[in-house]
């Protein structure tokens, strides 16, 4: 189907494990399409279990069933990019699924990534090597001191926090500054955007369900070359709670519960995201099925 004329693309999100990655693979599928990440944990190779990607147990390829996967498994865990790199590298990958005739899928449920697909983002100048080691150095050693020094900085996670130090360092400005500048990047035409939002509770039940699936499938494995790289724990929920457990600071059953905690809140937060700064074109409130796949096709005239 190359060089067929491609003018719809799709963001398909939604809280971890609402079964966001099983209907974009169904989808690319039946409309050609290549599926493009927006996950910032899934970016990362040697954690395919711990951060639940179409890779665990499977090698990676740049495929699945004939299905083009795009932005998985590409950066080992010590390396940290920015959302301008994650857009840079979505748009380079946009282009070339256009460039095949292939329909292009997003498929993700980090909040920063969409939005920045969707809306764009702030023309920020490069940061220098320079700057963003010693911003990542301090965020590494006093958390609490990075906070105090980037106050307009309203985030918790830690890569965050060094991304507006690092803006702070190389411009003089604080990120909030530049993200009130006219903003670049977003993909046009704007995606058709499908937010997959089960109740809660469905959530809570495949999260409590896969997470001993994750570790009996070669999570364990992963946490242990994390400890032996001295590499960051906190770069995926389940890397920090298995590495405590094979350090003996955790039983495996506190290890297997405070990761399912840790997953349910971060699924909670992610539903207000969508909630308050996500407009979806199609909302699915149940994990979705074969209706959903053909209404989707159907509207779209694939």
């Known amino acids: 189907m190359s060089g067929m004329s491609v003018t719809?693309?799709?963001?398909?999100?939604?809280?971890?494990?609402?079964?966001?990655?099983?209907?974009?693979?169904?989808?690319?599928k039946r409309i050609n399409g290549t599926i493009i990440n927006c996950d910032s944990v899934q970016v990362y190779s040697?954690?395919?279990?711990?951060?639940?990607?179409?890779?665990?147990?499977r090698p990676i390829a740049d495929e699945i069933d004939g299905v083009p996967y795009r932005l998985f498994s590409i950066l080992p865990l010590n390396v940290q990019i920015s959302v301008a790199d994650y857009i840079k590298m979505a748009k380079t990958e946009y282009d070339a699924?256009?460039?095949?005739?292939?329909?292009?899928?997003?498929?993700?449920?980090?909040?920063?990534y969409i939005n920045g697909i969707v809306n764009g983002i702030s023309e920020i100048p490069e940061?220098?090597?320079?700057?963003?080691?010693?911003?990542?150095?301090?965020?590494?050693?006093?958390?609490?001191m990075a906070r105090q020094m980037v106050p307009d900085c309203?985030?918790?996670?830690?890569?965050?926090?060094?991304?507006?130090?690092?803006?702070?360092?190389?411009t003089g400005r604080h990120l909030s500054d530049w993200q009130n500048t006219p903003r670049i990047g977003a993909i046009t035409p704007m995606p058709f955007k499908i937010?997959?939002?089960?109740?809660?509770?469905?959530?809570?039940?495949?999260?409590?369900?896969?997470i001993p699936e994750m570790i009996s499938g070669g999570a364990l494995d992963e946490a242990k070359?994390?400890?032996?790289?001295?590499?960051?724990?906190?770069?995926a929920i389940g890397a920090?709670?298995?590495?405590?457990?094979?350090?003996g600071e955790l039983s495996k059953d506190d290890a297997i519960n405070n990761w399912i905690i840790k997953t349910n809140q971060y699924a909670k937060r992610q539903r207000t995201w969508f909630k308050t700064q996500f407009s979806a074109d199609l909302i699915i409130n149940h994990i979705p099925n074969e209706r959903d796949l053909d209404f989707i096709c159907v509207r779209n005239l694939f």
């Open 225 to 235: 070359y994390i400890i032996d790289n001295n590499l960051d724990t906190r770069r």
């Open 154 to 170: 309203k985030a918790t996670d830690p890569q965050r926090i060094a991304r507006a130090l690092e803006v702070f360092f190389e």
């Open 46 to 57: 040697g954690i395919e279990n711990i951060s639940a990607s179409p890779f665990a147990n």
């Open 97 to 112: 699924a256009i460039a095949m005739g292939r329909t292009p899928i997003f498929v993700g449920g980090t909040g920063y």
């Open 195 to 210: 937010l997959i939002n089960p109740p809660l509770d469905i959530l809570h039940q495949r999260i409590a369900s896969r």
């Open 8 to 28: 719809q693309s799709y963001i398909i999100t939604g809280p971890t494990a609402s079964g966001k990655s099983s209907l974009a693979h169904e989808l690319a």
């Open 240 to 247: 920090e709670q298995l590495c405590a457990f094979l350090r």
């Open 127 to 144: 940061i220098s090597a320079e700057n963003r080691n010693r911003a990542r150095d301090i965020v590494a050693h006093d958390l609490n």
